[in-house]
Structures are given as structure tokens and as C-alpha cells.
């Protein structure tokens, strides 16, 4: 992704996909961490309801992806959940093996006029975390997930960290219109990825 939309440290993961900075001994908020993953998002053309050739809208590279690099962490005395991207950290909720974030942040659009000022986004990661039994079963490819858990031991603390190493789903960003002096055509629409993360420590 090129998109320059950043907003303050309240950023989707389709602004700062490409944000080149070197971080050295990264922290994670939380007392656990689940993993760092290495994703690759690839355009669902099915559910698009926004023209995926306008820069606007999504930015992929000549494979039709674009790949970005999360970590999952996690305050289990307070049992709040986070998901940081190059060094920037929202909430993100944990149920079971599921694991989502969302985030609605100011994103100017072309599409929405030189005078627009509070276009937004609201995107949402939700991902299932598989162990690594779990991610053998399925040959380590989400294309093999069909809903259901599959064989293999749940994911959990181990001694040598957390026991996992797969994360299957989706990415979807749903484009706002802005209010102040906007014109945005469409006035909304969304974009969705399917999402299929490799740990990567």
C-alpha cells in the first residue's frame, strides 16, 4: 500500500502497510503476547462494493496483494486485548480462538473533493489463531478453513511462548463519507480482504 492517510497513532493497517521505520526491541501493551504475524491481504473482489482500481480505495501490488506485519498481545488481568501495527497499537477483542480490532480513523479521499475534511474509515481485522497442531491440519493454507476448528491442540501458553502460528480471515475497510464541505462519489462504499497471517518469531 502507498496510502498516506495518517491520523495522529490512530491508524488503520492500510495507512501505515508501507510506513517504512525500524523498530529496535519492540513492547507490546499487556502482559501476553500472542504472536507477531507477517500478513498477505488479497483482494475479495466478491464482496468489493468500492472500484478496487481507484488509489483511493485499495493500492495492491502487480500480484493483487499488499502484505503488512501485526502483533496480537493481551492484559489478562484486565482482560483487554491489543493488535499493533509498525509500532502503533488499538484494541482488539479475543472470544475463543477469534481475534478482532477495529478502528475508525479520519482517511481524506480524492474521491471526496480538495475541500473535504473528515472522510473517514472504519476497518476491522478478524482473524481466527490457530495453533500450530491446528495450522498442520491445515497445511498452513486458509484457503483449507472452512469455518470450523480443526484438529489439533487449542492455542495456549506453552514455555517457549505462545502456542500459535496461523491467523485466517478478513480485512474489511468501509469508506465514510466526510460532513464538512465534501463531496465524496460514492458517498460510501467497502472494501474486503481475505487475510492469511504467518507468525513470524
Do not use: W
Not at 466478491?46 to 482500481?53: I, L, P, Q
Not at 472504519?122 to 495453533?131: G, P
Amino acid at each position: 500500500m502507498h496510502v498516506k492517510r495518517l491520523v495522529l497513532a490512530a491508524l488503520p493497517v492500510t495507512a501505515v502497510a508501507v510506513a517504512m521505520a525500524c523498530y529496535s526491541e519492540p513492547v507490546y501493551p499487556g502482559d501476553q503476547v500472542l504472536g507477531s504475524f507477517r500478513f498477505e491481504a488479497r483482494l475479495d473482489a466478491a464482496r468489493t462494493t468500492c472500484d478496487a482500481s481507484v488509489p483511493d480505495f485499495a493500492q495492491l501490488n502487480d500480484a493483487g496483494v499488499f502484505l503488512f506485519e501485526g502483533t496480537f498481545s493481551r492484559d489478562t488481568d484486565a482482560g483487554t486485548g491489543f493488535f499493533t501495527v509498525q509500532g502503533y497499537s488499538r484494541d482488539a477483542g479475543y472470544e475463543g480462538q477469534v481475534a478482532t480490532s477495529t478502528l475508525k480513523a479520519v482517511a481524506p479521499r480524492a474521491s471526496c473533493g480538495t475541500g473535504c475534511e473528515d472522510s473517514s474509515i472504519e476497518e476491522t481485522l478478524r482473524v481466527t489463531l490457530f495453533s500450530d497442531s491446528q495450522a498442520r491440519s491445515l497445511s498452513r493454507d486458509c484457503r483449507q478453513f472452512d469455518g470450523g476448528i480443526p484438529d489439533g491442540s487449542v492455542p495456549g501458553p506453552t514455555e517457549n511462548g505462545y502456542d500459535v502460528s496461523l491467523a485466517c480471515g478478513s480485512l474489511t475497510d468501509v469508506f465514510l463519507p466526510g460532513t464538512r464541505n465534501c463531496n465524496c462519489q460514492p458517498s460510501t462504499c467497502t472494501t474486503v480482504y481475505t487475510v492469511q497471517g504467518e507468525r513470524r518469531d
